[in-house]
């Protein structure tokens, strides 16, 4: 019987850790494309927190495409009057992966 419950628990942690793994990649990108310098996951430090930004724009048509495109160019205005820089060191497809976490953050 204690077997069993090892077992179970293992596998129960196991499926905890995949579901986890991508948004745990996804955090590290963050972290090393140096968005975390100004955002945090859930308060706001220089600019908006992720679920912050997730709330916002949660099911809006286009939302994804805008993001992205302020990860790459910046913006301003959006959340008061410090501007978010370029991202020249972001690729396009590491903003959508990224702008997709966000996203998730509700």
Request: include cysteine; glycine fraction near 8%.
């Amino acid at each position: 019987m204690k077997l069993k419950h090892i077992l179970l628990t293992m596998a129960s942690a196991a499926a905890g850790f995949a579901v986890c793994a991508p948004a745990m990649a996804d955090l590290a990108l963050a972290t090393a494309k140096n968005c975390m310098a100004c955002h945090a996951v859930d308060k706001k430090l220089v600019g908006p927190s992720y679920k912050d930004v997730g709330a916002k724009y949660a099911g809006q048509a286009g939302a994804a495409d805008k993001l992205v495109a302020k990860v790459l160019k910046g913006g301003s205005g959006t959340w008061g009057p410090v501007p978010m820089p370029a991202n020249a060191q972001v690729s396009p497809d590491e903003a959508k992966k990224l702008v997709a976490w966000i996203l998730a953050q509700k």
